[in-house]
């Protein structure tokens, strides 16, 4: 079972990013797939979840209206576009699988850092 979330860098304050988690080893249909984030000192949060077939999708308070959050089963892959970005978005962004959003993760990976900074 793999997760590979990528796709973070460098932006300036509100700019955008495509952040992709590719994953392999479970059929990626039948789970939840969420985004959350850990930023230095602070603890972990939740972002984004899309739920399996059919898909339903959840934002925390702090990034609705800015980010979206997408799956395209055929390529095992599912998005997180993030749009008019803010410096508080700062953190490594990870991916997870879940049984279903709200319920612990069963699987993750390695994060990728987004840093929003002028």
């Known amino acids: 079972v793999q997760l590979q979330a990528s796709g973070g860098g460098l932006v300036q304050p509100g700019g955008s990013l495509r952040l992709s988690c590719a994953t392999s080893g479970f059929p990626l249909d039948r789970y939840a797939i969420g985004w959350f984030r850990q930023a230095p000192g602070k603890e972990r949060e939740g972002v984004s979840c899309?739920?399996?077939?059919?898909?339903?999708?959840s934002y925390s308070e702090s990034v609705k209206g800015r980010f979206t959050i997408s799956r395209d089963n055929r390529k095992n892959t599912v998005y997180l576009q993030m749009n008019s970005l803010k410096p508080e978005d700062t953190a490594v962004y990870y991916c997870a699988a879940y049984v279903a959003c709200g319920r612990p993760p069963r699987y993750w990976g390695h994060g990728t850092l987004v840093t929003v900074s002028s």
């Open positions: 899309i739920s399996g077939s059919p898909s339903s999708t």
